[in-house]
């Protein structure tokens, strides 16, 4: 089993950076994709990005040129650079770790408000 927590949310102004962290526990051994996802009250969770273990990187429209997914695999710890924040980017924002066997963990989740 492994645990995630993510870390780094908080209040943020629009326009504005925030990077968050997520860092991974137990089973790790055999995580490949690991991702952001994130979740208005409402609406169904929606991808961010994601990143394989080689460090390949996959973006959802919304983001492309405004956050930057990275991956420390030394300190099991995946990264979610964001800029340019919008309002309606305001959300509970999701760690996904997948691992070679399609068994999927989530974190809990660290909201991030962007508002003035």
């Known amino acids: 089993q492994v645990q995630l927590v993510e870390s780094g949310g908080g209040l943020v102004q629009p326009g504005k950076s925030l990077r968050l962290s997520c860092a991974a526990s137990?089973?790790?051994?055999?995580?490949?994709?690991m991702g952001w996802y994130r979740q208005d009250p409402g609406k169904q969770r929606e991808l961010v990005a994601t990143i394989t273990r080689s460090g390949s990187t996959d973006y959802s429209d919304s983001v492309k040129g405004r956050f930057t997914i990275s991956r420390d695999n030394a300190k099991n710890t995946v990264y979610l650079q964001m800029s340019s924040l919008e309002p309606e980017e305001t959300a509970v924002y999701y760690c996904?770790?997948?691992?070679?066997?399609?068994?999927?963990?989530w974190g809990k989740g660290t909201l991030v408000p962007v508002s003035s």
């Open positions: 137990g089973s790790i051994f055999g995580i490949n994709v």
């Open positions: 996904r770790a997948d691992n070679v066997l399609g068994v999927v963990s």
